[in-house]
């Protein structure tokens, strides 16, 4: 087997960018978190709109959006087995 370096460089990239995600996705959740749990009731008032609104909203409206994701997503699989298993 022959070392590929863009391989691991591919490889190297992934990892940075989902660490990088992963890191300020908790960033952001623990800020949202720490700006929700206050006493005053200010706070309690923004919770409860903020729970109203979340529960307002119906999976209906995004149907097309989550199908489009699932279609690419199946798309992107499809092309990468046929890249793996399909000699030309």
Request: net charge positive; charged share 15%; with cysteine.
């Amino acid at each position: 087997m022959q070392f590929d370096l863009f391989f691991l460089w591919r490889r190297i990239l992934v990892i940075a960018c989902t660490l990088y995600a992963v890191i300020r996705l908790a960033q952001s959740a623990m800020l949202w978190y720490g700006r929700l749990t206050g006493p005053s009731r200010y706070t309690s008032m923004a919770r409860q709109y903020l729970l109203v609104q979340l529960l307002r909203i119906s999976p209906r409206r995004f149907i097309w959006e989550i199908m489009d994701i699932a279609l690419l997503a199946a798309l992107a699989g499809t092309l990468i087995w046929l890249h793996r298993h399909v000699s030309a």
